[in-house]
């Protein structure tokens, strides 16, 4: 199985260590790429609207973005990390996360998203845990992925790892290697089951692609949809 990681923040933190136990029980068992924001999508989306325009290749950015792109289409199991900052996902990861807003199924949504599983793993001080994983949530819901376990913690105690009580660590380390045990017992040979919520949403972007197409037929998201036969009655799950 293949997995790709995207993490929120380069720091070797607590953030790390969480993901590190998460991957501990896949490390023998499939293969993992990872990528570290900023490092690996340095530079923000300036708005140029070229993706949504003229294509994805017409980025500036491309060459970072087309990357992940690869791993995360080519991958059986994603996994997000990002501390809270804010209330919210670290600024390295909602810049990375924009530069995918062309496949946002109001646009262009990759199909293999539909039978996509992830896991978001967020931790916090005291507060922001929650709203950290919807803005990643947010994002993979609307790529087209159903299933999706989120793993959020609050520290209430220390910032550091090496000085978290035993008691957190373990608490935490709980829920991680239950989540993965989930996703190690996953028979990936079937794509995960597209939700109604999800099937909707596509619904409503198809009939907005029908009139978009009916008013110019060469708009670059209405001919995509077309070529994938999503007008008429294909349907990007099984
Ligand atoms: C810029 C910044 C903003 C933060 N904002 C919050 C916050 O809104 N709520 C919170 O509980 N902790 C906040 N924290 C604390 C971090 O979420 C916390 O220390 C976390 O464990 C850091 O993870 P790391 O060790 O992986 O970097 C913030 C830290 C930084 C650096």
């Known amino acids: 199985m293949k997995i790709t990681v995207i993490n929120g923040t380069e720091?070797?933190?607590?953030t790390y260590h969480l993901k590190e136990i998460f991957l501990e029980k896949f490390r023998d068992k499939a293969e993992i790429t990872e990528f570290c924001l900023p490092k690996d999508c340095p530079s923000f989306c300036c708005g140029c609207t070229m993706c949504f325009l003229e294509g994805e290749k017409k980025c500036k950015d491309a060459e970072y973005v087309q990357k992940l792109e690869k791993a995360i289409l080519a991958a059986d199991l994603l996994v997000f990390t990002s501390p809270a900052y804010v209330f919210h996902a670290t600024g390295a990861m909602k810049a990375m996360l924009d530069h995918f807003g062309y496949r946002w199924m109001p646009h262009r949504p990759a199909g293999e998203m539909f039978g996509k599983r992830a896991v978001i793993i967020t931790q916090c001080l005291g507060a922001g845990d929650s709203s950290t994983a919807k803005d990643i949530k947010d994002s993979l819901s609307w790529?087209?992925?159903?299933?999706?376990?989120?793993?959020?913690?609050?520290?209430?105690?220390?910032?550091?790892?090496?000085?978290?009580?035993?008691?957190?660590?373990?608490?935490m380390e709980e829920k991680l290697k239950k989540t993965a045990v989930k996703y190690l017992e996953t028979d990936y040979t079937k794509?995960?089951?597209?939700?109604?919520?999800?099937?909707?949403?596509?619904?409503?972007?198809?009939?907005?692609?029908?009139?978009?197409?009916k008013a110019d037929p060469k708009y670059t998201d209405y001919k995509y949809?077309?070529?994938?036969?999503?007008?008429?009655?294909v349907r990007p799950w099984k």
């Open 11 to 14: 720091k070797h933190g607590v």
């Open 143 to 171: 790529w087209g992925i159903s299933c999706i376990s989120v793993c959020r913690f609050k520290l209430m105690g220390d910032i550091s790892w090496e000085k978290l009580s035993e008691k957190k660590r373990w608490s």
């Open 191 to 213: 794509p995960a089951r597209t939700k109604f919520t999800t099937k909707c949403k596509f619904r409503a972007c198809r009939l907005l692609q029908k009139n978009l197409g």
């Open 225 to 233: 949809w077309n070529e994938k036969g999503w007008t008429g009655r």
